[in-house]
């Protein structure tokens, strides 16, 4: 049955004849929109959202995924694939971690952080030649570093921070351990199974804004050691750190955070770093003698 309008013979009428009908001048009621208030402004447009077309909202999308994915990997966080067995038992091959670039700027790198460097000057002599890739290459090479599926850059290491500015690290004790400023570090949590700390020996300070550095997996792990005899004495240059390895993500069975061993916590208590590796007033770093003097002296 209609509910429309009807005229006085009880018959529906016209749109056009209700309106006709509609009250007008002054005292007219106001219409009531369906909300029920009256709709008080009768010149009000319309609104309507500004559509954009979509051959023009895909590219806009892509092109600000990119741009996030950029800010990201470049500023805060990225993935890196592991590609050796230098970091065993800690991280296997395959293994997908998560790389904090942000926070260094909030503490000092510290002893026990795993840590992702660029190896150039330390680690590799000169400047490693870069492939030449196409603009589809390098895309791809981008998206793939984004999800850590891309191999590493030739120049990209990983290992552990052992020593920092201002110390003496020394392999090894009577016990066979490796000693930070005569503390014999208990590496058992980390240490590859059945790899003692060192085969090699040696007895290095760290100079002033560089690093000593180890692999988890001692026999498999060209680290500062194998540098010795290079310029910068297997010394990385803090500057060169990309960021700290904090979490494996994937495989999805290891996925886990990456804290730093109960052994340095207590090697910090027992000689904590000296000014966070800035060389203290008056002394001259470059002079062993005194340096000898300021580690008796802390």
Same mark, same amino acid.
């Given at each position: 049955?209609?509910?429309?309008?009807?005229?006085?013979?009880?018959?529906?009428?016209?749109?056009?004849?209700?309106?006709? &009908?509609?009250?007008?001048? %002054?005292? *007219?009621?106001?219409? #009531?929109?369906?909300?029920?208030e009256p709709d008080t402004d009768p010149t009000a447009a319309p609104r309507r959202r500004l559509a954009i077309p979509g051959w023009v909202e895909f590219p806009l999308l892509? @092109?600000?995924?990119?741009?996030? +994915?950029?800010?990201?990997? !470049?500023?805060?966080?990225? +993935?890196?694939? /592991?590609?050796?067995?230098?970091?065993?038992?800690?991280?296997?091959?395959?293994?997908?971690?998560?790389?904090?670039?942000?926070?260094?700027?909030?503490?000092?790198?510290?002893?026990?952080?795993? #840590?992702?460097?660029?190896?150039?000057?330390?680690?590799?002599?000169?400047?490693?030649?870069?492939?030449?890739?196409? %603009?589809?290459?390098? #895309? +791809?090479?981008?998206?793939?570093?984004?999800?850590? /599926?891309? %191999?590493?850059?030739?120049?990209?290491?990983?290992?552990?921070?052992?020593?920092?500015?201002?110390?003496?690290? #020394?392999?090894?004790?009577?016990?066979?351990?490796? !000693?930070?400023?005569?503390?014999?570090?208990?590496?058992?949590?980390?240490?590859?199974?059945?790899?003692?700390?060192?085969?090699?020996?040696?007895?290095?300070?760290?100079?002033?804004?560089?690093?000593? @550095?180890?692999? &988890?997996?001692?026999? *498999?792990?060209?680290?500062?050691?194998?540098?010795?005899?290079?310029?910068?004495?297997?010394?990385?240059?803090?500057?060169?750190?990309?960021?700290?390895?904090?979490?494996?993500?994937?495989?999805?069975?290891?996925?886990?955070?990456?804290?730093?061993?109960?052994?340095? *916590? /207590?090697?910090?208590?027992?000689?904590?770093?000296?000014?966070?590796?800035? *060389?203290?007033?008056? @002394?001259?770093?470059?002079?062993?003698?005194?340096?000898?003097?300021?580690?008796?002296d802390r």
């Open positions: 049955m209609s509910d429309g309008p009807r005229s006085d013979d009880g018959l529906p009428v016209s749109s056009s004849e209700a309106d006709e &009908d509609a009250p007008v001048g %002054p005292n *007219a009621v106001p219409a #009531v929109d369906s909300s029920g892509i @092109v600000g995924a990119f741009l996030l +994915a950029f800010l990201v990997k !470049t500023f805060l966080v990225q +993935a890196f694939y /592991i590609p050796s067995g230098s970091m065993e038992q800690t991280l296997q091959v395959g293994d997908r971690v998560l790389v904090n670039k942000m926070v260094y700027r909030f503490r000092p790198i510290e002893r026990g952080d795993i #840590v992702v460097f660029d190896g150039t000057g330390s680690f590799i002599s000169g400047t490693p030649a870069q492939p030449d890739l196409n %603009p589809a290459a390098r #895309v +791809a090479r981008f998206l793939g570093e984004i999800v850590g /599926i891309a %191999p590493p850059s030739d120049r990209d290491f990983i290992k552990r921070v052992i020593g920092v500015g201002g110390d003496r690290v #020394v392999c090894c004790d009577a016990d066979g351990q490796i !000693t930070v400023n005569g503390f014999a570090l208990m590496e058992q949590e980390y240490l590859y199974p059945g790899n003692p700390p060192s085969k090699q020996t040696f007895d290095v300070i760290v100079p002033d804004g560089r690093l000593w @550095v180890m692999g &988890d997996h001692r026999s *498999a792990s060209a680290d500062s050691r194998a540098h010795l005899g290079d310029p910068g004495g297997g010394m990385v240059p803090v500057d060169r750190v990309i960021g700290r390895a904090f979490s494996i993500v994937w495989p999805l069975d290891r996925a886990q955070f990456l804290p730093i061993p109960e052994s340095f *916590a /207590i090697l910090d208590q027992e000689s904590p770093p000296m000014t966070n590796g800035v *060389a203290e007033p008056g @002394v001259d770093f470059s002079r062993e003698p005194e340096r000898e003097a300021a580690w008796l």
